[in-house]
């Protein structure tokens, strides 16, 4: 059997992740935006597995269950009636994620994160029994290892470890958060020190910013945690997305959320700088989140080629730093055939009348809101209303 995620990290290796799910399967028409739950692991198996295989053969080491807001108070959450227990859900996620993870040199991760219940102010022990549902299943399933990721509030993921603790298998705890700090503005730093004392072994950040924020935030983490005289690994998994204009809230602040953040896509190019200056950081599980395809995580693996000493098999269709371009037919394209001429290029987004940045919508709503609080029925139009209303009053104090 292969070694686990504490040997691994413990013997020094570099761990990568995977990319994003929800966003990658939405995109290619298995997802639904909104809810972005993960049901297609029981009702399109094929599309889950074959994105797990390209991950896999890009480099990924670890394969996360599509597991994603599969809590039942998120599947039941306004008006969704898809008929499927998050058992049923996770059961599916765990074995597809196992099948593929024993064609390679790949471990399995049950993932939990934030829940409804949370934000509409639900006690400790309500979204306790939902994180003990959840892994229940991956006791069941046998997974290699636990994370609890995509947490705004520390407090919610100190929940969610001590939970995965119970299991005795290793727990990381990714939260959502940038250098300003979690939701209730607990700073990063001190983040990471209630979540090693809750019982993780790797902390880090995932999603709501990019590469470069988000190293800048587990820098924060760690500097924390040494502070402390604690000990720890640690993780990142950001957006591929560039978000130099984002609040504390990160990407879903953004006007263009969820469906116009194309023109902020990260090239490879721009992750192999992302790897590069999270190893130098010390950070050993690298991987991605929304926005990250397989040729992403691709650039993880070629650009630590040399320190994991192993190339990916997807290498094998792609030249280093675009060595493959000599074979084209085009003489202008073959002279491109260089690292100098890719780490030198400054991408045009091709629309001359868009702005490089936007204006967050920071509506400032959070845990304890009554605009937070969730229910089991479809949104009402008086809720769109307030929505819209709300809109209209943002921007006019914007």
Not at 14 to 31: H, M, N, P, S, T
Not at 79 to 91: F, V
Not at 100 to 115: L, N
Not at 354 to 383: I, N, R, Y
């Amino acid at each position: 059997s292969c070694p686990g995620i504490l040997e691994r990290l413990n013997a020094g290796e570099v761990v990568i992740g995977d990319g994003g799910f929800v966003f990658a399967l939405e995109k290619r028409g298995y997802v639904k935006a909104g809810p972005w739950t993960p049901e297609a692991s029981v009702t399109h198996p094929e599309a889950v597995r074959q994105l797990h295989r390209e991950f896999l053969r890009a480099g990924s080491n670890v394969m996360q269950t599509f597991t994603f807001y599969a809590s039942d108070d998120k599947l039941e959450n306004r008006g969704q009636n898809l008929r499927l227990s998050g058992a049923q859900i996770n059961e599916a996620a765990c074995d597809l994620a196992r099948e593929v993870a024993s064609e390679g040199d790949a471990m399995v991760a049950g993932g939990v994160c934030q829940t409804p219940s949370y934000l509409s102010c639900k006690s400790e022990i309500e979204v306790k029994a939902i994180f003990k549902k959840q892994l229940e299943v991956f006791m069941k399933k046998n997974v290699d290892f636990l994370i609890a990721e995509y947490f705004e509030h520390v407090e919610e993921a100190e929940w969610a470890v001590q939970v995965l603790k119970t299991s005795g298998k290793p727990v990381a705890v990714s939260l959502c958060i940038g250098p300003e700090g979690d939701m209730h503005g607990v700073s990063p730093g001190e983040c990471a020190v209630r979540l090693v004392k809750a019982g993780a072994q790797i902390v880090g950040v995932n999603c709501h910013f990019d590469p470069m924020t988000c190293v800048k935030t587990v820098k924060m983490m760690k500097e924390g945690v040494e502070k402390a005289r604690l000990k720890a690994h640690y993780m990142v998994q950001p957006l591929a997305y560039h978000t130099p204009d984002c609040n504390c809230q990160g990407f879903i602040d953004l006007p263009e959320f969820p469906f116009a953040l194309e023109p902020r896509i990260l090239t490879r190019w721009d992750i192999h700088t992302y790897a590069k200056v999270a190893y130098k950081a010390g950070i050993r599980f690298i991987g991605g989140c929304c926005g990250f395809e397989p040729y992403h995580i691709r650039a993880i693996a070629e650009e630590l080629g040399p320190e994991r000493g192993i190339m990916p098999p997807a290498s094998e269709k792609h030249g280093m730093w675009g060595a493959g371009l000599e074979m084209h037919t085009k003489p202008w394209v073959r002279a491109r055939a260089r690292r100098d001429y890719w780490e030198n290029l400054s991408p045009a987004s091709g629309r001359p009348t868009c702005p490089s940045m936007s204006t967050p919508e920071a509506w400032g709503v959070t845990k304890g809101h009554a605009d937070l609080l969730q229910h089991k029925e479809a949104t009402s139009t008086q809720e769109m209303k307030h929505v819209l209303e709300m809109q209209k009053m943002a921007k006019s104090s914007a």
